[in-house]
């Protein structure tokens, strides 16, 4: 088990920034590729980055690419999702998860996740 805990979503204005933070326990962190998902009511849940082992590798979905950043500190066992120039389409419940494959972009592929935080973005 690897419980993941989100925090940092929240109200803001198109244009703005929010970072948000996905918090582990265990001492197995990094030996997870982690990444973000997000979801709005209705639809499935979409990737939107992902990071491996070391932090090296990172892999972004084209609609936040350039203004999304995903980062790790694996002595805090912590990732990151720092999220510019948003939109008002970036409205979504953002959530956290982690997997044991090779840098995955389907939700298929992660075996734990967070609760979500939820970001809203206002025209």
């Known amino acids: 088990q690897v419980p993941l805990v989100e925090s940092g979503g929240g109200l803001v204005q198109a244009g703005g920034s929010l970072r948000l933070s996905c918090a582990a326990s265990?001492?197995?962190?990094?030996?997870?590729?982690m990444g973000w998902f997000r979801q709005v009511p209705g639809k499935e849940r979409e990737f939107v980055a992902a990071?491996?082992?070391?932090?090296?590798?990172?892999r972004y979905a084209d609609s936040v690419k350039g203004r999304f950043t995903i980062s790790r500190d694996n002595t805090k066992n912590t990732q990151y999702l720092q999220m510019n120039s948003l939109k008002p389409e970036d409205t979504a419940v953002y959530y956290c998860?982690?997997?044991?494959?090779?840098?995955?972009?389907?939700?298929?592929?992660?075996?734990?996740w967070g609760q979500g935080t939820q970001v809203t973005v206002s025209s």
């Open positions: 998860a982690a997997s044991p494959g090779v840098l995955p972009t389907t939700r298929y592929e992660y075996n734990y």
């Open positions: 265990g001492r197995t962190f990094s030996s997870y590729v």
């Open positions: 990071i491996n082992r070391s932090g090296t590798i990172k």
